[in-house]
């Protein structure tokens, strides 16, 4: 079996799959958790808010114990509006934000953020593209140029679009070489969501890459680009009324959009059990996703779904990870996933093993499975449960990064401050009734899943038929949706 999820891979996950996920890897044991007290929170920094002339909104929080700000700024539509066939466009787009803006090229652009110890990145999701970075309080004025110029000045050099265009497809083709762990989502997503967006690869395909022009990204960039698709949170060392004004000057001048915001239609629990075999012919493990839709980011049950996710497979002690690794030592790691957007995405359980103990570990994730939504949590496991996310919680909340990262997120969501001031008093408010009527809920019936399977289908193939219907397809398919299945919208 191969070794645990390394960051690359954990990176190429979240840029291959959808938009925010509760997902971790449970593959190695995490940090011990500390229970904070059971109604002491994190409670969110009030921000300043500026709405500009074009739409755009500005979240301001002033926090002057280090020399730092940090921005996140977050530009409604994504992989979304990626049109049918140009898959990776919003990707694309995204990468090539930051190669070149304003003045500079991609060198000079790249040695203006070196240069003081700055950090910036762009990339793309399924409904959003992100823009993160962190400055010297004393660099502020050119955090704003470099800012302001890759959103608005972006310079798409035909000679960056060609080597990051084949930089994405090789890193597809290089997992699908090797681990194809961080492809899995691609595939589910495809399978699971035939026919809508939310079905969509985020970095694209080694179909769709090729094609992408540069006339491609100005027209994505012109149409999906602009003031009103905004959401800029700030937090750090400075002064707001000054640095309002200059980001309000910087940025208002930006035009809106020429085309709407991507409209996601409904998704829905899929009925039956279905299963898609990818023959990796060179295999010598099965990786498994088995799922079916889940819920959305702004769930009224999203706090009680994280500790119903928590014992299932959020955790190293988790239901799952317990069976297949502690236990039988089938796997390196399972978990259990819920991505949530704007409407319900994806839930999933994940896991891999050796291909002869393929139906082993999938008849072993399947028990848990009923068992858990038979019997629920008994009261030590929803105890251990409400302080594990306890205490896991406000280390995501630590630093002007990530509260920034959280402004923006909960004004994309049209949350407020609430989602972070009552988390701990919802999590301590959670009973086992509530938990057992949110397992039901949000984990689809067992004879309601959809299963995606890659490895060697030879030795598989009677298998998987065991699960449901089978439809299959080669790892060497250039795209992640089985050859029948309809073309995206």
Request: proline share 9%; glycine share 6%; charged share 15%.
């Given at each position: 079996m191969i070794a645990p999820l390394s960051w690359k891979t954990v990176v190429a996950t979240v840029l291959l799959s959808s938009g925010p996920a509760m997902a971790e890897s449970v593959a190695t044991p995490p940090k011990p958790a500390t229970a904070a007290p059971a109604t002491q929170g994190v409670t969110l920094p009030k921000p300043t808010v500026l709405t500009l002339k074009n739409g755009a909104q500005l979240l301001l929080v002033e926090r002057r114990d280090v020399p730092l700000i940090s921005f996140s700024a977050w530009v409604r539509g994504g992989a979304l509006a990626d049109p049918a066939g140009k898959e990776g466009l919003a990707a694309l787009t995204a990468e090539l934000l930051q190669r070149g803006a304003g003045s500079r090229d991609a060198r000079q652009f790249a040695e203006a953020v070196d240069g003081v110890g700055a950090t910036l990145t762009a990339d793309a999701a399924l409904e959003r593209l992100s823009i993160t970075g962190q400055f010297m309080s004393r660099d502020s004025a050119l955090m704003v140029e470099l800012l302001s110029d890759l959103l608005i000045r972006p310079r798409f050099a035909q000679d960056e679009l060609k080597k990051t265009r084949e930089r994405m497809a090789s890193e597809i083709i290089a997992a699908k070489d090797g681990d194809p762990r961080a492809l899995i989502n691609a595939y589910f997503e495809a399978f699971q969501f035939s026919g809508h967006p939310y079905g969509t690869p985020v970095g694209g395909t080694e179909a769709s890459l090729p094609t992408l022009s540069r006339k491609d990204?100005?027209?994505?960039?012109k149409s999906q680009l602009g003031g009103d698709r905004l959401i800029l949170s700030v937090v750090g060392d400075f002064d707001t009324k000054e640095l309002g004004a200059k980001l309000?000057?910087?940025?208002?001048?930006?035009?809106?959009?020429?085309?709407?915001?991507?409209?996601?239609?409904?998704?829905?629990?899929?009925?039956?059990?279905?299963v898609l075999l990818v023959d990796k012919p060179d295999a010598t493990q099965t990786y498994f996703s088995i799922g079916n839709t889940g819920i959305a980011r702004n769930d009224a049950d999203r706090v009680t779904a994280g500790l119903v996710r928590t014992v299932l497979g959020g955790r190293f002690t988790s239901l799952l990870n317990t069976e297949l690794r502690v236990k039988s030592g089938?796997?390196?790691?399972?978990?259990?996933?819920?991505?949530?957007?704007?409407?319900?995405?994806?839930?999933?359980?994940?896991?891999?093993?050796?291909?002869?103990?393929?139906?082993?570990?999938i008849d072993m994730a399947l028990?848990?499975?009923?068992r858990y939504r038979t019997s629920g949590m008994d009261d030590a496991m929803l105890a251990s449960a409400k302080a594990f996310v306890q205490g896991q919680f406000p280390p995501t909340l630590e630093t002007g990064g990530q509260v920034a990262n959280k402004l923006s997120e909960l004004a994309f969501y049209n949350l407020d401050s609430s989602d972070v001031d009552g988390f701990a008093a919802a999590v301590t408010r959670a009973t086992r009734g509530d938990v057992s009527t949110v397992i039901q809920r949000t984990l689809p019936a067992p004879e309601n899943l959809t299963f995606v399977l890659i490895g060697k289908a030879s030795d598989i193939r009677e298998l998987a038929s065991k699960y449901g219907p089978v439809t299959e397809m080669k790892i060497?398919?250039?795209?992640?949706?089985?050859?029948?299945?309809?073309?995206?919208?």
């Open positions: 990204v100005l027209e994505y960039a309000t000057a910087a940025l208002e001048g930006w035009a809106k959009a020429s085309s709407p915001a991507p409209q996601v239609p409904a998704t829905a629990v899929t009925q039956g059990r279905r089938l796997t390196y790691g399972a978990r259990a996933s819920f991505s949530q957007n704007t409407q319900p995405g994806s839930f999933v359980m994940f896991s891999f093993t050796q291909t002869e103990t393929t139906g082993k570990a028990d848990v499975y009923s060497s398919d250039k795209r992640f949706s089985p050859p029948s299945a309809p073309t995206k919208r």
